[in-house]
């Protein structure tokens, strides 16, 4: 059973930097394409970063040159490194993970991030 686990979440002030985890369990991570989600109260979920199996990325432009998405298969887990976080970041942020050839999807259960003085 795939499990994806974030972590890192928590209060920062704006300006600050948090870095998020997702952690997968009972599959082998390098083979899926994976992305960062997020949501605000009351609004859609929207895609904020994605890195593919092979390394490629792509970002949300409102946190270009201020998010960074990494993987590390070693360690069976993807990141992103948020810095100059703004109020408008706040949101809960969920990882994604999809293996297209297979048409397997799953999600984690999302870690709270607030910006706020």
């Known amino acids: 059973q795939v499990q994806l686990v974030e972590s890192g979440g928590g209060l920062v002030e704006p300006g600050g930097s948090l870095r998020l985890s997702c952690a997968a369990s009972g599959t082998s991570f390098d083979i899926y394409d994976v992305a960062w989600y997020r949501q605000p109260p009351g609004k859609q979920r929207d895609l904020v970063a994605q890195i593919s199996r092979i390394g490629i990325t792509n970002y949300l432009d409102s946190v270009k040159g201020r998010f960074t998405i990494s993987r590390d298969n070693a360690k069976n887990t993807v990141y992103l490194q948020m810095n100059s976080l703004k109020p408008e970041d706040t949101a809960v942020y969920y990882c994604?993970?999809?293996?297209?050839?297979?048409?397997?999807?799953?999600w984690g259960q999302g870690t709270q991030v607030t910006v706020s003085s």
């Open positions: 994604n993970a999809k293996l297209v050839m297979l048409n397997r999807e799953y």
